[in-house]
């Protein structure tokens, strides 16, 4: 089985860019999850989609924006990039929403470097 | 809000040494808490969970026990292996059960043969 896809790997963009992140989750979950991962702040929660809606939205600028197909794929998309948006972007999936229902499957995230 | 609070890193120990990784919480009610670890290169994993107080989560010679009167859910090994080595990371979720995990910052291990 398959696990959770994160594209690109790494990347590397300027202030000013904008960037979308790529998650393909494990076949069958419905939940997908995002979180930043930096050294000073740990692991942030972005927000959560659940069968193509938003049910949880982190703290966040309006920068930082997310959807799901209906294959729920999910992307994430941040405009006007700052150099502390530069960071690892985590991936989750899950069967359902809330972490109480199954466990969370991470991908290998998505490694932004912003110059 | 909810928070977690992880003993700082990084934690560096001989193989078949005693592992003791604290974790406390802050949180209302009764949170769900978990450990995941994270090995190089790789995502984020679930190691063990518990649900409610007095709970023991168990996995991989891995164990936590859920105490509501200390806030606490410390991750412990009596024997770690070489393979050990990675980052070990506190989690909660509130009892809805509908809020994401809020993580603790992570603690790395490494054991040295």
């Known amino acids: 089985k398959a696990g959770v896809t994160q594209t690109p790997r790494y990347l590397i963009k300027t202030r000013g860019q904008q960037v979308t992140l790529s998650c393909s989750p494990i076949s069958g979950h419905r939940s997908v999850s995002w979180y930043q991962q930096t050294p ?4 942030q929660f972005l927000f959560e989609y659940f069968s193509e809606t938003q049910r949880n ?26 150099l502390g948006d530069s960071a690892l972007y985590l991936c989750a999936s899950s069967l359902e929403s809330g972490p109480n229902t199954g466990e969370l499957f991470f991908g290998e995230g998505s490694r932004l470097t912003v110059l | 809000g909810d928070s977690v609070t992880q003993m700082e890193g990084p ?26 670890v994270q090995y190089p290169g790789e995502g984020l994993q679930l190691l063990l969970k518990a649900t409610k107080a007095d709970d023991k989560g168990s996995n ?21 292996q ?31 043969a």
């Open chain 2, 60 to 80: 991989k010679g891995f164990e936590a026990t859920y105490r509501k009167e200390t806030t606490s859910f410390h991750l412990e090994k009596g024997s770690v």
């Open chain 2, 11 to 36: 934690v560096t120990l001989s193989e078949e040494a005693f592992l003791t990784i604290n974790c406390t919480y802050t949180a209302t009610g009764y949170p769900s808490l978990f450990w995941y």
């Open chain 1, 57 to 82: 939205k982190g703290n966040f600028p309006g920068r930082f924006s997310g959807r799901q197909f209906s294959n729920s794929r999910s992307e994430m998309n941040v405009s006007t990039l700052e």
């Open chain 2, 82 to 112: 070489v393979s050990d080595s990675a980052v070990y990371f506190c989690a909660l979720s509130d009892q809805s059960g509908n809020t994401p995990l809020v993580f603790g910052k992570g603690t790395r291990l490494s054991v040295i």
């Open chain 1, 40 to 43: 000073g702040q740990g692991l």
